[in-house]
T-cell receptor, first 111, second 114 residues
Framework: EDQVTQSPEALRLQEGESSSLNCSYT??????LFWYRQDPGKGPEFLFT???AGEEKEKERLKATLTKKESFLHITAPKPEDSATYLC????????????FGKGTLLTVNP | EAGVAQSPRYKIIEKRQSVAFWCNPI?????LYWYQQILGQGPKLLIQ????????DSQLPKDRFSAERLKGVDSTLKIQPAKLEDSAVYLC????????????FGPGTRLTVL
């Protein structure tokens, strides 16, 4: 069974204070690791997909990296508008390609 | 491009009552997913449709939950009868195809069962 563990559960940063979120996973035949952002009262918003160890993707102040066991979401010089819950999900090699999500990291960036 | 639409956005019912949620996926998306997200948890897949056929409903509590996707476009998810533990946000997502395609989520329906 695919499993995803995210840490920390919550993270509070000052504006401009860079940090990283962790996503550890076990999956049979990784077919993609996904990062989503979820604001209160909204559905998850797609950020990145990573497919193989060593791959990196960037978007504004966010950079996602992938190893064989975990992924990191690096946030550089965050702003208050980056405050949200960040969800990590994996897609295994099953025939239905379903996503298994972690519980998320609640990020709060104070001005 | 319009996103995934869901209605209603909020619903409050008494336990043992029935409720239905509606989802309209992104135009042209063949695959539709229903997820349940309990407060403080990540979304959990309930059912996946490819066009109007069910691909995976292994985590759907079939004694009380049902879903259909007539004509391969809109979908409805029904709960009958509802239990207190069904209180959650029900998210609909769609993707162009199954497999590696990105899933795009709707805003969700927040269900409270009293």
């Amino acid at each position: 069974e695919d499993q995803v563990t995210q840490s920390p559960e919550a993270l509070r940063l000052q504006e401009g204070e860079s940090s990283s979120l962790n996503c550890s996973y076990t999956v049979s035949g990784l077919r993609g690791l996904f990062w989503y952002r979820q604001d209160p009262g909204k559905g998850p918003e797609f950020l990145f997909t990573l497919y193989s160890a060593g791959e990196e993707k960037e978007k504004e102040r966010l950079k996602a990296t992938l190893t064989k066991k975990e992924s990191f979401l690096h946030i550089t010089a965050p702003k208050p508008e980056d405050s949200a819950t960040y969800l990590c999900a994996v897609r295994g090699g099953g025939s239905n390609y379903k996503l298994t999500f972690g519980k998320g990291t609640l990020l709060t960036v104070n001005p | 491009e319009a996103g995934v639409a869901q209605s209603p956005r909020y619903k409050i019912i008494e336990k043992r009552q029935s409720v239905a949620f509606w989802c309209n996926p992104i135009s042209g998306h063949a695959t539709l997913y229903w997820y349940q997200q309990i407060l403080g948890q990540g979304p959990k897949l309930l059912i996946q449709f490819q066009n109007n056929g069910v691909v995976d409903d292994s985590q759907l509590p079939k004694d009380r939950f049902s879903a259909e996707r007539l004509k391969g476009v809109d979908s409805t998810l029904k709960i009958q009868p509802a239990k207190l533990e069904d209180s959650a946000v029900y998210l609909c997502a769609s993707s162009l195809l199954a497999g590696p395609d990105t899933q795009y989520f709707g805003p969700g329906t927040r269900l409270t069962v009293l």
